[in-house]
């Protein structure tokens, strides 16, 4: 699969293999309010469940044909998400009921997009086109895309 990558990072370096990420129209939430993923810029701050915090850096690829994972409104809870999202199928998901505790044996945990699969309310998509949008922190974080809380991973610097 080919795709166009674009790098968004002052002084860094980045892997150009996106393996987490949303898609544009995603909201995130922000210290103004929600705004859409692909409006956000490097220095933007994001809520996160540690606090504010300032994106670091930025990747945006676009995929002439991408595999996502779509996660119907209120798949997660109600209004988790608010809207019908897709991610790519490795992005985390922070989870906090019955699905931490059916699949990893705790009260709250990351998984997998991917690893929540059911095929009707979360399910594997091809979309055409898709734009994807990867946030990064100066360390791991939670925010909040659509109401869901997903994990960003922190910058990495390659030689």
Partial sequence: MTHHSTIIAAATALS????????AGTTVLTLTGEKPVEMLTVG??????????HIVAM???????????CISASALGVEQPADDMRVMPEQGIHIRDWRAKALKGVAQTVIAAKDL??????????VVGATLHALH???????????????????????
């Fill in 117 to 126: 699969l059911d095929g009707e309310y979360i399910r594997c998509e091809t």
């Fill in 44 to 53: 933007d701050r994001v809520i996160t469940r540690s606090g504010a915090r």
């Fill in 16 to 23: 150009t293999d996106l393996t987490e990420g949303l898609v």
């Fill in 59 to 69: 990747r945006s690829t676009v995929m002439p044909v991408a595999k996502l994972i």
């Fill in 137 to 159: 922190f100066a360390q791991p974080e939670v925010i909040y895309a659509n109401g869901v809380e997903v994990t960003c991973a922190p910058v990495t610097v390659t030689a």
